[in-house]
């Protein structure tokens, strides 16, 4: 059954058509004006709209162009009470799915119209499935973005699957590293061989090297038996070694052996085994730093990055930002079975100006975090983290060391603004604790309601 938003400054004609389509099943909203219906589309998702056209502060029309542009899937139904040739053009050219007159038929004539989009909507959900489950195989538009940054990276990923060279990505953590790497393999002409990924920051260099190339029985104490090793394993594949720029100086001149002349040699053998491996990593550290440190040796760059892709932090495409906030609010919501529909103007507008130093994972977790705690139908700024929701703000250092007395951090601490974020983070605390009854709140930090008003407004609390 279909969301339905109904449009008209008709009270009456409104309750006719929720009364009407409550009972075949649908979900009804309401909206008594254009722009009523504007903060409905704003934050809510529609599978059909029917509006008016004539309305005191909007017409139809305008209302259509600015469904086409928040929510462009949705179906949309004008009716007019005096129909003109010059409405109906406009309304076909602004894209109107159906244009209905109102007359005694009226009802029967929209009801006739939701049936058919209702029907529509089935067959193109079903698509939908089928094209998502086609997507969830080719991997690339699980990496959601419609920014130019972004599109760059995608034309980049099409562009380079198919050729067998390799790749360096890089990128702040949380910017889809990881399913860049995937979304290439799955491109490629070797997208039904392994995939294999390895962190090669999470092992110690001598078990790196046994799991990267396997070892014999025999090699060291513990090796009872030959084992194959992940180049191996990924013969034929794609190995994505993440975290590159951990790797130690003598894995480094292993690997770059490795990629020199594509042979591995386990541990403990003789014998060289030739693979056709191809190789993608990837790394959060900026390596030519490393480079210059003489932390990462510039020959194994050099061959790891014949290509570079750099994925851009959110920051700097935050017109992605809705969108993707969009998508994790869908996933958790069916995943958490909770009705929470949209993202309130003010909460996304919080999460468009935030910085987001963890990237796509925190918004995420961040989206994860809201529906689980909203108890309403839309994401509110209430239950975004504070550093969100207090633009400005950020978490409290940690205050006292061991030994109970003031800690400094090594780089020293900016004292005046240390307090003023102890100030905020005790109102906020006051507030929770008393139901946010602000009375009650001034007496919990025992100061008088003045005060504590003049704290409130100090930072932004309301
Ligand atoms: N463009 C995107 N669209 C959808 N989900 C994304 C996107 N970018 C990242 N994600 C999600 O964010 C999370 C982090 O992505 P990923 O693991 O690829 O990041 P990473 O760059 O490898 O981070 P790290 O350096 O910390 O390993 C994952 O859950 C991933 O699905
Ligand atoms: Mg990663």
Partial sequence: MAHLLIVDDERSICELLEITFRKEGHRVEVALSGEAARRKLQSGIYDIVISDIHMPDSTGVELLQYCKEVSPSSYFLLITGVPTIETAIAAINAGADRYVIKDHDLVDQLRRAVRQVDETLRLKTEAGYLRRELRRLTGLDNIIGHSAKMRAVFDMIVTVAPQTSRILITGETGTGKELVARAIHDHSARSKQAFITINCGAFPETLLESELFGYVKGAFTGANENREGLFKAADGGTIFLDEIGNMTLTMQVKLFRVLQENKVRPVGSNEESEIDVRVIAATNMDLEQAIEAGEFREDLFYRLSVIPIQLPPLRERREDIPILARAFLERFRKSMEKPVEGIS????????????????????????????????????????????????????????????????????????????????AYIMAALDACEGVGTRAAELLKMTYRSFRHYSKKYNIR
């Fill in 345 to 424: 103007p003010e909460a996304m507008s919080l999460l468009e100006s935030y910085d987001w130093p963890g990237n796509v994972r925190e918004l995420e977790n961040t989206m994860e975090r809201s529906v689980a705690l909203e108890s309403g139908t839309i994401i509110t700024p209430a239950v975004l983290p504070e550093k969100i929701r207090i633009p400005g703000s950020r978490d409290l250092p940690e205050l006292t060391g061991t030994n109970g007395a003031p800690l400094i951090p090594e780089a020293g601490l900016d004292l005046e603004r240390t307090i003023q974020d102890l100030e905020k």
